[in-house]
């Protein structure tokens, strides 16, 4: 049986210091009313950088899951699946 050690990434201030800046990212406020002008591969400035900044936060998020959660839920489940084959 693998022996991993269980993560909690909740509890890890720099996942949500690294997840509130993207998210600040997200949001176009800091943008001021003349940003619609220039236009980056046929968006607005805003629109363009909004849409950078939601695929990077779909990316963290993805290694977030991958790297930084291991729970005991996997651990259960595979041992309740050997029990029910027993």
Do not use: H
Not at 7 to 19: Q, S
Not at 34 to 58: D, H, K, T
Request: hydrophobic letters at 50%; a negative charge.
């Amino acid at each position: 049986m693998e022996n991993r050690t269980i993560k909690e990434p909740i509890r890890k201030k720099w996942i949500w210091i690294v997840l509130a800046i993207i998210t600040l990212g997200v949001v176009p406020w800091y943008f001021p009313d003349a940003a619609s002008e220039p236009y980056i591969l046929g968006f607005p400035l805003w629109a363009f950088i909004s849409a950078v900044f939601s695929i990077i936060m779909c990316g963290y998020l993805s290694w977030l899951c991958v790297n930084e959660w291991n729970i005991v839920e996997d651990q259960e489940e595979a041992e309740k699946a050997k029990g029910d084959k027993s």
